[in-house]
DNA sequence: TTAAACTTTCAGAAATTACTGAAACTTCAG
DNA sequence: CTGAAGTTTCAGTAATTTCTGAAAGTTTAA
């Protein structure tokens, strides 16, 4: 497994945003080196061509496995482990959205769903409870409509992506249509 | 600048969620804190009721100002300076999409644009830019669409959050509105 | 100019997170 | 059962990130 310098760059920097994707370096690493490598690999594979640990590279797989981003795979007559990405790119985007959502907004929504239901015990709880109401419906609205979204598929999320500012057009179109209706 | 248990709740949980949504702890407790106190406070206020120090107060609100997150004030008379969070729940909001969109994609599709300028030198590159080719139009998409939305402003957005699945049908009926043009 | 009241900076300490590699575990063939 | 070929775990170490607090900087009043 010897990479060019055009796939090595593409992995190192990967590794460096993997961070900022809710993952770590090697974790990066790794999952851009199952995109982009044609046939399964094994584990060997990966920290041979990583430079990095072969345990590093079992916790990597185990994490990833736990993103459903990659999946564990068996030649027949073999007994070594063989992975690769799961899905396609779509796919694959969709489960890191999905994970982020869980990680980054529901513990949020849990804890703000608790403090409101308190009474305020002041002024002071009062208002902050006001800023809690705000920040609770904005991020139920987006959790709910990121939901809705993935139900959508592929291709009408396509569909919709194209439109860009045209979705300003639609939605008024929308409005004339069905005026009957008194929404506000 | 005492705190209730319930304040504290809150504050405390944003400081551990902070670095999940791309800033450090006590930028997180910071930013909660100001969201729900109803007057500017200072930077001694701050570090007095999160117990951490000055100077860790001072670089967070520096962050906080790059993020656009966070004002100053001058009180008429006094020399101190007075923070508060600036805008709406909604445009602190928007505000962190738009900088993460900076920090989590844009870095990366200029990468990607740059390798896919390159000639593949073999079959692994070819297949590997192939797969390259379909993360860049996935990220260009998104952040393409993201702009477009935060353009359409919180009415427009607000309609659409509401519409939920229904964006489906919306589409459905769009097209055969428009059934004269042939849109793929 | 001096000093008081305030702010920022940054070197080093503390805390956290990631990585290694040896030991333990698993599975299978003979 | 034994050992070979593979995998995982985890204690300890390395790397990174965050935080402190003292020193340096700034601004204003007198």
Redesign the pocket.
């Known amino acids: 497994m010897q990479l060019t310098p055009m796939l090595e760059s593409f992995i190192m920097h990967f590794g460096e945003m993997g ?1 900022r994707w809710g993952f ?3 974790v990066g690493q790794i999952v851009a080196l199952l995109v982009i490598s044609e046939e399964p690999i ?3 594979d990966i920290a041979d061509a990583l430079r ?5 590279v ?2 990597g ?2 994490e990833l496995q736990a993103w459903r981003l990659v999946q564990l795979q068996h030649k027949p007559g073999e ?3 063989y992975f690769q990405a799961c899905g396609s790119i779509w796919e694959m985007a969709n489960r890191v959205f999905e994970e982020r959502r869980k990680r980054e907004m529901d513990p949020t929504l849990t804890l703000l769903r608790d403090i409101l239901l308190d009474k305020p015990a002041n002024g002071a709880e009062q208002h902050a409870q006001v800023k809690l109401q705000e920040i609770h419906d904005l991020l139920e609205g987006i959790s709910k409509w990121s939901t809705e979204l993935q139900r959508l598929g592929p291709d009408k999320l396509s569909t919709l992506m194209k439109l860009g500012s045209g979705v300003g057009k639609v939605l008024d179109l929308k409005d004339k249509l069905l005026a009957k209706p008194s929404n506000s």
């Open positions: 961070s770590n370096r090697t094994t584990a060997n990095i640990s072969r345990g590093n079992s916790m797989l185990k007994r070594k482990e």
